[in-house]
């Protein structure tokens, strides 16, 4: 599913080089990443998103070299094949959280929203504690409540690569076993495979392998 060689990665004012020489996540592997703050994991992710691109090496991604492709192309391949959960969320003010879950269904003509997704919308929400909230702006959330919709809104279009940026980070210990059971049984039902940053340890147990940070060479100026 992932594979990289070589990888390197600079931001372009400088400051911060991320290399890893290789790495290989199968299809339906539920790997976690782990590392000390500011060694690159959100920044491995983001180049696994194609939201960043490498400057040196190769990454491909469900059979795809992300870099090769067009912005366009990239981003639709980013909306069908990835959930991305992010770890500020990256909810749209605006809308609900029931739109903001819905929301890959408004940029992109590729994925087709209708009554079997909108209940699975439902459905996913149902399953975080969050059915009586759908009609509310993150503005009216709390932390823990936005990172569920945000959950949610990775979900629902099944997608084949799961990202998840400190996905549990800011939840109560039974909602972080409760989004982690639903991020795993997805996984499972999808055949998806799962890249998890995360700092909490005793969640580690859970996943196939876990990828440490400490292992790769980083640099901040
Ligand atoms: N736009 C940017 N321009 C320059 N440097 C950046 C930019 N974004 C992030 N960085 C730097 O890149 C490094 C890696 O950041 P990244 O967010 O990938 O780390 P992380 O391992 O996910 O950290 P954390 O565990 O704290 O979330 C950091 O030193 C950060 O300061």
């Known amino acids: 599913m992932i594979r ?8 372009p004012g400088g400051g911060f080089r991320l290399e890893i020489p290789h790495l290989n996540v199968e299809a339906g592997e539920r790997v976690a ?3 000390p703050s500011g060694t690159g994991k959100t920044t491995l992710l983001n180049l696994v998103a194609g939201i960043l691109l490498p400057g040196r090496g190769r990454l491909v991604v469900h059979d ?6 067009s912005d366009a192309r990239r981003r ?4 069908n094949t ?8 990256e909810l749209v003010d605006y809308l609900t959280a029931a739109e903001n879950i819905l929301y890959p269904y408004r940029i992109t003509d590729s994925l087709q929203l209708d009554r079997a997704v909108r209940s699975r919308a439902e459905e996913l929400a149902a399953a975080v504690g969050l059915s009586d909230k759908l009609g509310r702006k993150p503005s009216a959330l709390s ?22 940026d400190e996905a549990t980070g800011n939840l109560d210990p039974d909602n972080k076993e ?19 940053v995360t700092h909490d340890h005793a969640l580690l147990p859970r996943f196939d ?13």
Not at 4 to 11: G, R
Not at 151 to 164: G, N, Q
């Open 4 to 11: 990289a060689e070589h990888l390197h990665f600079a931001h």
């Open 33 to 35: 990443v782990v590392g």
């Open 64 to 69: 795809t070299e992300l870099a090769r492709l």
């Open 76 to 79: 639709a391949f980013r909306i």
């Open 82 to 89: 990835i959930g991305f959960i992010f770890q500020n969320f």
């Open 143 to 164: 932390q823990g409540e936005k990172q569920r919709v945000a959950i949610c809104r990775a979900l629902v279009t099944r997608p084949a690569l799961l990202l998840a």
């Open 178 to 196: 409760l989004i982690l059971d639903l991020l795993f049984a997805q996984a499972a039902a999808e055949g998806a495979t799962l890249l998890a």
């Open 209 to 221: 392998r876990v990828v440490d940070f400490a292992a790769f060479r980083t640099r901040a100026a």
